[in-house]
């Protein structure tokens, strides 16, 4: 049975930093392309970066020179480096295999806000 498990999430000033942590139980994770994805209020969930298992990366182009997605499959995680956060990027960040459908299982995800 997939767990995805997010955290690091919090409340933080614009222009600032956060961490994202994504550990993945129940899965061949080495093998899959994993993703996060994000919803902010009244806005349907969008992906926001993902990663092969080669370390090839992509991003959403309002992300894109902010945010850094990487790896670590020793430990079943991945993780998004977030800086000069915007207020724009409040939403709660979920990860996932990409592309993952809505209809699919999510983890509880976690809050990110950015205060103006």
């Known amino acids: 049975q997939v767990q995805l498990v997010e955290s690091g999430g919090g409340l933080v000033q614009a222009g600032g930093s956060l961490r994202l942590s994504c550990a993945a139980s129940?899965?061949?994770?080495?093998?899959?392309?994993m993703g996060w994805y994000r919803q902010a209020p009244g806005k349907q969930r969008e992906w926001v970066a993902f990663i092969t298992s080669g370390g090839s990366a992509d991003y959403v182009d309002s992300v894109k020179g902010r945010f850094t997605i990487s790896r670590d499959n020793a430990k079943n995680t991945v993780y998004l480096q977030m800086n000069s956060l915007k207020p724009e990027d409040t939403a709660v960040y979920y990860c996932?295999?990409?592309?993952?459908?809505?209809?699919?299982?999510w983890g509880q995800g976690t809050q990110v806000t950015v205060s103006s």
């Open positions: 129940g899965t061949i994770f080495s093998i899959n392309t």
């Open positions: 996932n295999h990409w592309p993952a459908l809505s209809y699919e299982y």
